[in-house]
């Protein structure tokens, strides 16, 4: 077991996972050969397999709080919250001075939304252990969601004292520097993203871009993150292609037919599709950095994605009939993000604002099973038959307006130029800012915000008063 123990020290997981696996095999009943393989399994990575070694670790050593902890870990990447703190608090009865295990708690309850009680263990922690590195970067992460930001930066910036290879700090950090409108020192620090496990970005033998002589050079400019990380930084191709160089661009397939004849892109190109040869490469999200963005200088001009005239005369031509205002909603995003639960709404919000002065026009494209049961009993609601971004995109153009959460419609409506109004929860994502109603990115944007973290009602209070500004009552 010293062996492991070592060889786990060193980052030799591949070596490691030889001898665990061996050790496993010849004695099938030994619980801290699983035990060291569950380990070595979720740090490849390999949460499932990870899962089933915690699991026969558990039945093994029953009595093991590390075992019950590493187990609840797991359990809590598989979404189990309430198995995970059960074996969580299980393991404290057993070890209540085992830091990690106040930290994976802690954890567990934010994931909750008991934000209360996971401070309360996370601050356990560090009492416990004050020079822990990644706690101080997890209270950190818990008051960044609270809203409490320079509290949180001053855990981010005591993590990174401590471990200054923390990437995911330094990336968590960099998003409090860029809300607050510090670009020349947010843009930096977010680089580190690249070294996090939560970006999956291609690495190339091409130097990356960052503001190199481009004249008569190919650049591949590639997507990372979202769908609508990519509609908001597309906006850069043309800046690119104007240094004098060959834009190519890799894009997500979902959006491949709306990106075609994006202005300054010589070849377009879906996730996975050969890649013609180039000269540097950049992912979108350092084109900012790039070009020395800061708040004055964001290229705002749009509309910078459009749609073919047939395309949006056609849903003109369909929607014409409809005399009153039309407006198109999205109440839901990526039910995998990780903050969707406070930026995501009740369709129920959204229905109450119609009253028969205007027809709402769903612009989702997945639909819970509730939701659509609830959709069938209004008239007033339309749902049409979207393909892909460039038929959302083609509806949008038809519309009066668009009211929707954080999610790739905000971009798309913003891009082509279309009135949108954005509903954000008390803690916002970092390219909102703070206490605006308007955005620098997008022109014909209007945000309306949280003043009270997860009360909608005071949002669509406004909502509902500023609809009967636009288009009369309500």
Known sequence: MRALNRLLEQGQLDEAETIAIRLTQERPQHGPAWKFLGVILKLQGRHGEALRAMHRAFQLLPDDDQVQSNLGAALAEAGELPAAEQLHRRALDINPRNTQTHTNLGNVLSLQGRMEEAE????????????????????????????????????????????????????????????????????????????????????????QWSGQDLQDKTVLLHAEQGLGDTLQFCRYAPLVAARGARVLLQAPSALKRLLTGLPGVAQLMAEGEVLPAFDYHCPMLSLPLAFGTCLS??????????????????????????????????????????????????????????????????????????????????????????????????????????????????????????????????????????????????????????????????????????????????
């Open 120 to 207: 309360t263990c996370l601050r356990r922690a560090l009492e416990l252990q004050p020079d822990f590195a990644q706690g101080h970067h997890n209270l950190g992460s818990l008051l960044h969601d609270l809203g409490r930001i320079a509290e949180a930066r001053s855990c981010y910036r005591r993590a990174i004292e401590l471990d200054r290879n923390l990437a995911q700090t330094h990336w968590n950090d960099s998003m409090c520097q860029l809300q607050a409108g510090d670009f020349d020192q947010g843009w930096q620090q977010y680089e580190w993203r690249l070294q996090t496990a939560h970006i999956r970005v291609r690495r190339f033998e091409q130097a």
């Open 297 to 474: 200088s964001i290229p705002a001009r749009v509309p910078y994605l459009t749609v073919t005239s047939n395309a949006a005369d056609a849903w003109r031509k369909n929607l014409e009939a409809m005399d009153i205002p039309r407006i198109g909603i999205a109440w839901a995003g990526n039910p995998q993000h990780r903050h969707d639960r406070w930026r995501s709404i009740a369709l129920e919000h959204f229905l109450d604002l119609a009253d028969g002065n205007q027809t709402f026009h769903c612009l989702q494209k997945d639909i819970s099973v509730t939701d659509l049961s609830l959709l069938e009993t209004r008239a007033d609601v339309y749902r049409h038959a979207l393909n892909d971004f460039s038929d959302t995109a083609a509806l949008i153009m038809a519309l009066d307006l668009v009211i929707t959460v954080d999610t790739a419609v905000a971009h798309l409506a913003g891009a082509l130029g279309k009135p949108v109004w954005l509903l954000l929860p008390f803690q916002a994502d970092w390219r909102w800012l703070t206490q605006r109603e308007d955005s620098p990115w997008y022109p014909t944007m209007r945000l309306f915000r949280q003043t009270v973290r997860e009360d909608w009602g005071s949002v669509f209070a406004a909502v509902r008063q500023a609809l009967a500004r636009r288009f009369g009552k309500t």
